[in-house]
Nanobody
Framework: QVQLVESGGGLVQPGGSLRLSCATS????????IGWFRQAPGKEREGVAC????????YYQDSVKGRFTISIDKAKNSVYLQMNSLKPEDTAVYYC???????????????????WGSGTLVNVSS
């Protein structure tokens, strides 16, 4: 059974940084695409950053390029999202998602994953 558990969210001032973690279990990262999505109040969930298991094929939403970095530690079965230069518009619940790899990374970040964590709240505010 695929399980994804996010952590690391919190309150941060504009310009600050946070690192989100996603602990995975029940599947092999090598055969999955994994990614981070977010949902702001009143908006639909959107793909932020997605990657294959080797992190050599990645997709980033335009609004986070150069500020966010997705990484994977296979030994720890964990996925991370390093977020720098945070802005108030980054405020959202962030979800970790995973899906068996059938299509490209961009496809999954556009259309979503099969498995989801419960999310962690990131609040960027002064």
């Amino acid at each position: 059974q695929v399980q994804l558990v996010e952590s690391g969210g919190g309150l941060v001032q504009p310009g600050g940084s946070l690192r989100l973690s996603c602990a995975t279990s029940g599947f092999t990262l090598d055969t999955y695409v994994i990614g981070w999505f977010r949902q702001a109040p009143g908006k639909e969930r959107e793909g932020v950053a997605c990657s294959n298991s080797n992190a050599d094929n990645t997709y980033y939403q335009d609004s986070v390029k150069g500020r966010f970095t997705i990484s994977i530690d296979k030994a720890k079965n964990s996925v991370y999202l390093q977020m720098n230069s945070l802005k108030p518009e980054d405020t959202a619940v962030y979800y970790c998602g995973a899906a068996q790899r059938r299509y490209g990374v961009t496809w999954y970040c556009t259309y979503g994953m099969d498995n989801w964590g419960s999310g962690t709240l990131v609040n960027v505010s002064s």
